[in-house]
T-cell receptor, first 115, second 112 residues
Framework: AQSVTQPDIHITVSEGASLELRCNYS??????LFWYVQSPGQGLQLLLK??????LVQGIKGFEAEFKRSQSSFNLRKPSVHWSDAAEYFCAVGAGSGGAQKLVFGQGTRLTINP | NAGVTQTPKFQVLKTGQSMTLQCAQD?????MSWYRQDPGMGLRLIHYSVGAGITDQGEVPNGYNVSRSTTEDFPLRLLSAAPSQTSVYFC???????????FGPGTRLTVT
């Protein structure tokens, strides 16, 4: 069965520093991969997605992610974080007959920004 | 466009009570789903639907029922609430061919 692992439960970075959030997935075929962000008390918002093609994908709010099939990874990056990026980030894989629709989520990584 | 709406925002139930969480979308999306979010576990799929009249189970369906009589609405029913169903529930929708899911604001449910 497919699964997603986010190894870091909580990460703290300083404002202006670079960020990388890790995501590893387990799935036999080519996966559909997503990163979502959840601000406190809010629903989830899609940051970016990978379906096929270029392995480096650009998203909203200056985020990007790179799909590495050999490492089964889809890490999220941002060159310079802003205080407003403090939130919880979820990696997800769309799998099974539902394709992109039936999502399996990782446990989430909570991002704290130091001023 | 309201997107995906959920009611109520908060609910407290006693063990054994029943209730329905409402979800509606105005984007004419074929696909709708329900997730529950628990600390340290991410979101887990409860039930989903690929169109009116078609529903299927997700990862954690026990204790929940769904139906989809219209494209817009996808209610989630708890027939006999249990403390283990204390969670935050999210409804989501997407167009089948695009994949991006739009999430509602969530319903925080407490079962005592």
């Amino acid at each position: 069965a497919q699964s997603v692992t986010q190894p870091d439960i909580h990460i703290t970075v300083s404002e202006g520093a670079s960020l990388e959030l890790r995501c590893n997935y387990s799935y036999g075929a080519t996966p559909y991969l997503f990163w979502y962000v959840q601000s406190p008390g809010q629903g989830l918002q899609l940051l970016l997605k990978y379906f096929s093609g270029d392995t480096l994908v650009q998203g909203i709010k200056g985020f990007e992610a790179e799909f590495k099939r050999s490492q089964s990874s889809f890490n999220l990056r941002k060159p310079s974080v802003h205080w407003s990026d403090a939130a919880e980030y979820f990696c997800a894989v769309g799998a099974g007959s539902g394709g992109a629709q039936k999502l399996v989520f990782g446990q989430g990584t909570r991002l704290t920004i130091n001023p | 466009n309201a997107g995906v709406t959920q009611t109520p925002k908060f609910q407290v139930l006693k063990t054994g009570q029943s209730m329905t969480l409402q979800c509606a979308q105005d984007m004419n999306h074929e696909y709708m789903s329900w997730y529950r979010q628990d600390p340290g576990m991410g979101l887990r799929l409860i039930h989903y639907s690929v169109g009116a009249g078609i529903t299927d189970q997700g990862e954690v369906p026990n204790g929940y029922n769904v139906s989809r009589s219209t494209t817009e609405d996808f209610p989630l029913r708890l027939l006999s609430a249990a403390p283990s169903q204390t969670s935050v529930y999210f409804c989501a929708s997407s167009a089948l061919l695009l994949g991006e899911q739009y999430f509602g604001p969530g319903t925080r449910l407490t079962v005592t």
